[in-house]
């Protein structure tokens, strides 16, 4: 297991800097579009259009409207739906109503978006079939001195390498959304084994503060194991790079390449992502999970 390349970002700690360093700042690359986009095997798309702001602007992003939003794939004849904009949430994108568009595993899919200028912007991703994950568990730690729960993954994986995989956690079904609870992983060194005990999430916290926990007494825990391409691997990957900045040893701060392509040769920000995915059993945390991180 611990050839197993799993990226599991739990905590940094970021070193001190006494040096001052004056970073010049240009307006080069403002007013691009960034899209967050999404297909899957068991929920309908959903895209998020909008444009960047400059670093010193902190603000959520403007949501784009008007955009023609379109999702098809590559069977014969080809599957397509367009995609409505939210009345309450501006710039965000889904299927319309009483509709369904549910992704294939196998098949491709390309979203293209016409923009309110007239430019068209595109991406492509394919379902990679994805093992169903067996179980999970909900154990001590072994990262943290056996103070803090873990969850820990059961199952096969796929013969053949070059798979990749995203696990998206939740908690009485809220989605741990933030950079701190992302774990993904390939099969290298491990291709076709059975996985056993691979731990995906810990709850580090200060012991002494329980409102800091994420995972509670009573709380129910369950899993989605998501099939994932290569490129959205290394994407996340850069992802956990960016948010460790700060230490001796990080990457500098730079705009992640994006899977997004525009018509008028303008850089797009941003990822269309595209899972298969299999649903875990629950756990809840019961008093006999609890007492094993308090007997000492």
């Known amino acids: 297991m611990k050839n197993f390349i799993a990226i599991i970002l739990a905590s940094i700690l970021f070193a001190s800097c006494e040096d001052v ?75 319309p109503e009483n509709e369904s568009y549910m992704g294939t595993a196998g098949r491709t899919y390309t979203l293209s978006i016409l923009t309110p200028e007239g430019s068209t912007i595109s991406a492509t991703e394919t379902i990679y079939p994805v093992v169903p994950v067996d179980s999970i568990q909900i154990w001590p730690s072994m990262r943290g001195d056996k103070r803090f729960l873990g969850v820990f993954t059961f199952g096969n994986e796929t013969p053949g390498p070059g798979d990749y995989y995203k696990w998206d956690i939740y908690v009485n079904d809220t989605l741990l959304n933030d950079v701190g609870s992302m774990a993904f992983a390939s099969d290298e060194m491990v291709d076709g084994n059975y996985i056993s005990s691979l731990e995906i999430f810990t709850d580090f916290h200060d012991p002494s503060e329980e409102s800091e926990r994420i995972l509670g007494f009573e709380d129910t825990v369950y899993i989605k194991q998501t099939s994932i391409s290569e490129f959205a691997y290394y994407y996340y990957f850069q992802m956990v790079n960016q948010a460790s900045t700060g230490s001796m040893f990080s990457v500098p701060p730079a705009n992640i390449p994006s899977n997004f392509t525009a018509s008028n040769g303008e850089k797009v920000y941003g990822l269309f992502t595209a899972h298969d995915v299999s649903v875990s059993n629950s756990v809840v945390i019961d008093q006999a999970i609890e007492n094993e991180i308090r007997k000492d």
């Open 21 to 95: 360093i004056d970073v010049k700042l240009n307006d080069k690359d403002q007013d691009l579009y960034a899209i967050e986009a999404k297909i899957t095997t068991i929920d309908n798309p959903w895209v998020i259009v909008s444009k960047v702001l400059p670093v010193t602007v902190d603000e959520a992003y403007d949501g784009i409207s008007n955009a023609v939003v379109t999702i098809f794939d590559n069977a014969e004849p080809s599957n397509a739906v367009i995609l409505v904009e939210d009345t309450e949430m501006k710039g965000y994108y889904e299927v």
